[in-house]
C-alpha cells in the first residue's frame, strides 16, 4: 500500500482505536502505548487486509495487542472515569451535567461487567461493529456474541431502573 493509503487508514480509524482501548484499560497513556502498537502491528501486515475490511481487522489487532499488554503486566491500573466527559459537546451546563451523570452510571455498569460483556458491548455498541466483526476478534461463536450482548444490555437496562 502507498504511504498515503496507510496515513488515511491511520487519520480515520486512530480515535476509534483509542477509545476502545481507552474504555478497556481507564488509562489513557497505556491506552497510547497500546494504539501504537496496535498500528505499528497493522503497518506490518496491511497488504493482507482487504480495504472493506479495514476496521474490524485493525479492532482485532488492537483487541490482540491489548490482550498481550494485559499478560505482560499482570498489575493493577489505574482506572480513570473521564472517558465519557470526553464523547460530546452539550448546549447548556445543566444537560452537560445530566448527561454527564447518566454516561457515568451506565459506565459504572459496564465496568463491572464480566469482561466478555464488557468488551462485546464495546464493540458492538460503541465502535459499531456488525455482530459477526465483534465476534472474530473476540474469537467466540456468532451465537455467543449475541448471547453476551443481550445479557450485558439486559444488564444495564435492569441497574437502569432499578436507579430510577
Not at 41 to 66: G, M, Q, S, T
Not at 76 to 90: C, E, G, Q, R, V
Not at 114 to 143: G, T
Amino acid at each position: 500500500m502507498k504511504k498515503n493509503t496507510l496515513d488515511k487508514i491511520y487519520q480515520g480509524f486512530m480515535e476509534d482505536i483509542y477509545y476502545y482501548l481507552l474504555s478497556l484499560c481507564k488509562n489513557k497513556h497505556i491506552a497510547e502505548d497500546v494504539m501504537q502498537e496496535t498500528f505499528f502491528r497493522a503497518y506490518l501486515y496491511f497488504e493482507d487486509c482487504p480495504y472493506d475490511r479495514i476496521k474490524p481487522w485493525l479492532f482485532r489487532v488492537a483487541h490482540n495487542a491489548y490482550i498481550d499488554f494485559i499478560r505482560k503486566n499482570k498489575k493493577n491500573h489505574i482506572k480513570s472515569n473521564d472517558f465519557f466527559n470526553t464523547i460530546a459537546d452539550y448546549k447548556t451546563p445543566e444537560d452537560k451535567l445530566l448527561m454527564k451523570e447518566q454516561y457515568q452510571e451506565i459506565w459504572n455498569i459496564i465496568e463491572n461487567m464480566p469482561e466478555k460483556q464488557k468488551q462485546a458491548i464495546l464493540l458492538c455498541d460503541f465502535n459499531d461493529l456488525s455482530y459477526k466483526e465483534a465476534a472474530e476478534i473476540m474469537d467466540v461463536s456468532l451465537s455467543y456474541m449475541k448471547v453476551l450482548l443481550f445479557r450485558a444490555r439486559q444488564s444495564i437496562r435492569n441497574q437502569v431502573e432499578r436507579n430510577e
